[in-house]
């Protein structure tokens, strides 16, 4: 049996046998939607298993153990009890704008999924312009932060929001520059054209020296995208109580919650696509099988993740105004000058190829 | 374009934040109304008595031995000092002289909670700037101080281990090689806490030049303990007032000048080798002897003012107990560290912003109860 | 070039750090700091001198050392202790004695402060090292020490 | 300096002043409410004395006097006196602030304030530090009594 990997267009044939095309294809995008949202609500979870096992282990804890075997069904108890939930609110909130800005949140980092190519053809959106599409979605995201900390009519929350803003606006520009320097190598802004470039040696290799810069600045600034320590500042749970999502509870906390953990498998499975080849097996030892390049690019991406928790474990939040200090004098001119050089490199041709 | 009229069309408007009574950063029920423009902190005024147990009445109808067990409860993280200050007390206005046993043994629980004390501050502290492995990290080294004292007192926190004239009881034959144990383990985990967190580019930043307070103005609000070292203001009263037995060792004391929320970390984490230090040279020859000396079951102190400083892991505790002559005092005033170095705290944050209030009163290291008596 | 210098000890400093919590997470199988309560508690044994609560030991003739001085009762700084007494006929010696009737022990209001113990001069209570006192009825923390019917030990004189 | 040359020193500054050293390790001075501020300024300025360390102000209900006790330390010469101050009248007792001497004072004369009731002019702030508003009556007033929260032994 042939099982092929391009999801959107086997459900789209099968379908087209049954009904009219334009409703076919609708209906397919419709299943496409709910298999991705079933796949990685479920992901996200054990994704929040992870992190708290793996805090478990940085902090001589035994993390949770309790529900189910290991405590592998600890986050499915969670969010039982989350759904369970009363959902509480401020009187005086802007009640449209306050319920409204979870779905944001989560939605906008839904869709960024969409792009990514799990495997050869295992994609459920191949857009031409990935890259920019994925930065564009990425940056929807704050605006359910600001929503919320603004429309919960909370001093802290409102704090925490105006710092969500002026945070996101700046790292925006790191993460789209240090994709950009990439860009420079592929040519392309597709993300199965990126990953078909690394064919002949992974981009960090190709681009060796200004790559690998590129890949600290897109590390710095995607950890402060997803405000997550070092620069959660945004919740910064010692100042702020609990920042944006202090009014927040049962189910609309939970979407908050979910589209944090989202977000950082989308900031590692950017960082693996752009920069580590993809579903690209190393030295193309599993070519023959492309299903495994599920393994592969699941098993980056989380070693990208662990990197992450790793920071968050580790180090001290910064303050505001340094924050932005990093990015504006130390980040942005790096990474300016760093693009030119990468320019150089690609017209001298002095990237490395196998 | 005149200036002037530039700042006056940018009006910034201040608002109010109530941070507490239940607030993460606050270790407890203290309320603070900050004014807040923007991020900057304009005012930072304290509201206390969520915890208030009115200890000074409670002695007032209590008897000597009794009002011991009530200092567990002021500044839990020193309870072994604290009962030691009321002791002393007593014991200099019966004029006793303690054994030798006793004044070693109280030295050497005196510095385990310093230490303990000073590990829990030092992983909340990373909490506060927001690294929360600290906090465990901490807390496992306090842990094993913590068996000690259960082992010899009974309790890990409030142990009630003094009476006035000495001990409760002799300590127990664990407690030479558990403290020595600890003590190799602390020698060992003592510099990570550097290199994990001292060290840290991030923590630099977020401690250094931050909430600095000068040498007057810490003589002036009363700073003491390592809040007033830091600002260069020599305030140990182990070394200026020496009781127990801190007069047969050698420490130094840990002094920076810079004043800020770095060098009162500093002090702290040099505090905790002094104790080390401390420690060694005491544990290897506690002198064989009474735990007790024999006071009469109902204590009556001779008519007359008595004042004891001494220096717990906060600073400067005073005990003033006014006696009559009878066998309850007649006024007790305890001088509470925690209570003149929160009064600072105002001095301190205004101008920062909300992060730097975080950091600096998690290096004043307020213990509420202490301040809430 | 102290840009440079300062991004470069900056990075350093922060691998440094990483170095530490990246040991710990590679010997995090040699066990946690944490302890699995209530699975342990069979193992879980608190210290001898732990204070639990305050009981009265009875031996196998339902007998305690408890000669009602109400010292303990003095000692308490919280009025944990009520001694109920009376006067009864020494069978030996066929005088009046103090005679305990109920030795009432608070737990809700003790602090575990010891002095009761300390005050005991026939080591009539000692402490006990359970460690989980909760109840759901706060009229169960009020305890009687002695046991119904019992009495004092012979010889045991205050 | 020695206790004695203390006492010959600051009692040449202000006439009136108590001495006392008998039942305290400390030398005591008693000084009449009006001459506080004064004498507390000269023991902080002089730089023979230079009290520059207030390290306990408490409050004390003598019966019938309400009075506060003031422990100063120089930092510079390591010697301590104590200062004390009372008044007899127990509805308006009043002193001189010595917050503007001593910055520490502030937080502690509003503590004594909220348990004994004395007030004391020129301090910027005088109002309860750890009981609410409304609380009738000073706890720590020997006179005070609460038959529901207090307990009587």
């Keep these: 049996m042939i099982i092929t990997l391009s999801i959107t267009k086997t459900i789209q044939d099968w379908l087209i046998g049954m009904m009219p095309e334009g409703v076919a294809s609708i209906l397919a995008m419709v299943i496409v939607a709910l298999i991705y949202l079933a796949i990685f609500a479920v992901a996200g979870l054990y994704l929040v298993l992870l992190e708290r096992k793996v805090a478990a282990w940085f902090q001589l804890r035994i993390g949770p153990n309790r529900v189910g075997y290991w405590g592998l069904l600890q986050t499915m108890a969670d969010a039982l009890k989350l759904v369970s939930k009363e959902l509480t609110g401020t009187i005086k909130a802007d009640k449209f704008l306050y319920n409204l800005a979870p779905y944001f949140v989560i939605i906008s980092s839904l869709m960024a999924l969409a792009v990514f190519p799990f495997t050869k053809e295992f994609q459920a959106f191949d857009i031409n312009i990935g890259i920019f599409f994925l930065i564009a979605i990425s940056s929807i995201g704050v605006i359910g932060i600001l929503l919320g900390g603004w429309s919960s009519n909370n001093k802290f929350a409102l704090i925490g929001a105006m710092r969500s803003g002026v945070q996101t606006i700046s790292y925006e520009l790191s993460v789209g520059l240090s994709l950009l320097t990439m860009v420079l190598l592929t040519g392309s802004l597709q993300l199965s054209e990126i990953v078909e470039v690394q064919k002949e040696g992974w981009l960090i290799l190709q681009g060796h020296v200004p790559a690998i810069i590129a890949f600290m600045i897109y590390m710095i600034a995607g950890t402060a995208e997803t405000n997550r320590a070092p620069f959660d500042m945004v919740e910064a749970e010692s100042e702020l109580g609990a920042g944006f999502h202090t009014e927040y509870s049962g189910m609309k906390f939970a979407y908050f919650f979910l589209a944090e953990f989202i977000n950082m498998f989308i900031i590692a499975a950017i960082a693996t696509t752009v920069f580590f080849g993809g579903w690209l097996s190393p030295f193309g030892i599993t070519e023959s099988l492309p299903w495994l390049g599920i393994f592969w690019f699941l098993g980056k991406t989380l070693v990208i993740v662990f990197l992450m928790m790793w920071f968050r474990w580790t180090f001290p939040r910064l303050r505001i105004d340094q924050l932005l200090t990093l990015e504006w004098k130390y980040l942005l001119p790096i990474n300016l000058v760093n693009i030119v050089i990468m320019a150089i490199i690609v017209w001298l041709n002095l990237t490395i190829k196998f | 374009m005149d200036t002037t009229i530039v700042k006056s069309n940018f009006k910034s408007e201040e608002y109010f934040i109530n941070m507490g009574p239940q607030h993460p950063a606050t270790h407890g029920v203290l309320r603070l109304l900050l004014t807040i423009d923007g991020e900057i902190i304009k005012k930072v005024e304290p509201d206390l008595g969520y915890i208030h147990r009115s200890i000074e009445k409670m002695c007032e109808r209590d008897s000597y031995q009794q009002i011991v067990h009530l200092t567990d409860r002021m500044d839990y993280l020193s309870s072994h000092i604290n009962n030691e200050a009321v002791c002393l007390t007593v014991e200099n206005a019966l004029q006793l002289e ?21 590990c829990l501050w030092w992983g909340v502290m990373g909490m506060d700037v927001g690294a929360l492995t600290t906090y465990f990290y901490g807390f496992r080294d306090r842990e094993m101080i913590n068996d000690i004292f259960e082992e010899t007192c009974g309790a890990r926190l409030t142990m009630n281990y003094n009476i006035p004239g000495g001990l409760m009881f002799d300590v127990h034959p664990n407690f030479v090689k558990r403290t020595k144990d600890f003590i190799a383990h602390f020698k060992t985990k003592l510099p990570e806490y550097d290199t994990l967190l001292t060290g840290n580019v991030i923590f630099q930043k977020r401690t250094k030049g931050v909430g600095i307070l000068t040498k007057e103005d810490a003589i002036s609000f009363g700073a003491s303990g390592p809040v007033g070292r830091a600002s260069g203001y020599s305030c140990d009263v182990r070394k200026h007032h020496p009781y127990s037995a801190y007069d047969r060792v050698t420490f130094n004391e840990a002094i920076k000048t810079e004043g800020d929320t770095f060098a009162r970390y500093q002090v702290r984490i040099q505090e905790m080798w002094e104790s080390i230090s401390i420690i060694e040279q005491l544990i290897d020859n506690i002198p064989d002897g009474d735990v007790q000396v024999a006071t009469n079951a109902v204590i009556k102190l001779p008519k007359g003012e008595y004042y004891q400083k001494v220096e717990t892991a906060r600073g400067e505790l005073g005990v003033y107990i006014i006696s009559t002559g009878t066998k309850n005092p007649y006024r007790v005033k305890f001088r509470s560290p925690g209570f003149s170095n929160l009064s600072l705290l105002n001095h301190i944050a205004v101008g920062g912003k909300i992060g730097d209030l975080v950091a600096s009163m998690a290096t004043l290291d307020l213990v509420i109860p202490d301040i809430d008596r | 070039m102290g840009y440079f210098s300062d991004i470069y000890k900056g990075i350093k400093t ?56 109400q010292k303990c009762e003095l000692a308490c700084p919280n009025g944990s202790i009520e001694i109920i007494w009376d006067r009864g006929l020494d069978e030996t010696t066929g005088k009046k004695k103090k005679k305990i009737d109920k030795h009432i022990y608070h737990l809700g209001l003790c602090t575990m402060c010891g002095l009761c113990i300390e005050a005991c001069p026939t080591d009539a209570i000692v402490w006990a090292q359970n460690y989980e006192n909760s109840t759901y009825d706060r009229t169960q923390l009020t305890k009687v020490l002695n046991r119904p019917g019992s009495k004092v030990k012979a010889g045991i004189e205050d | 300096m020695t206790n004695e040359a203390l006492q010959n020193l600051i009692s040449s500054w202000i006439p009136d002043l108590e001495f006392a050293e008998e039942e305290s390790q400390f030398l005591n001075i008693i000084v009449a409410p009006e001459n506080l501020h004064q004498l507390m300024t000269e023991l902080k300025i002089n730089s023979k004395t230079s009290f520059d360390y207030l390290f306990c102000l408490s409050g004390v209900d003598w019966q019938p006097e309400l009075g506060v006790v003031y422990h100063l330390e120089s930092t510079a010469h390591r010697h301590i006196v104590v200062v004390k101050v009372k008044t007899s009248d127990r509805e308006n007792p009043v002193f001189d602030s010595v917050c503007d001497i001593w910055k520490t004072a502030e937080f502690h004369e509003r503590e004594v304030f909220d348990f004994f009731g004395i007030k004391f002019n020129n301090h910027p702030n005088l109002k309860r530090l750890f009981l609410t508003e409304e609380w009738e009556g000073f706890p720590l007033r020997k006179d005070y009594e609460d038959d529901i929260n207090m307990v009587i032994k």
Excluded: W
């Design chain 3, 14 to 69: 922060l691998l440094t750090g990483m170095s530490v919590t990246g040991k710990y997470f590679l010997t995090s199988r040699k066990g946690a700091i944490t302890q699995q309560y209530p699975d342990n508690r069979d193992t879980l044994k608190m210290f001898e001198r732990f204070r639990g609560e305050v009981v009265m030991p009875h031996d196998e003739n339902n007998e305690h050392q408890c000669t009602g001085c």
């Design chain 2, 98 to 118: 303690m054994p030798d046993r006793v004044k070693v043994i109280r030295t050497i629980l005196s510095e385990l909670t310093r230490i303990a004390s000073h």
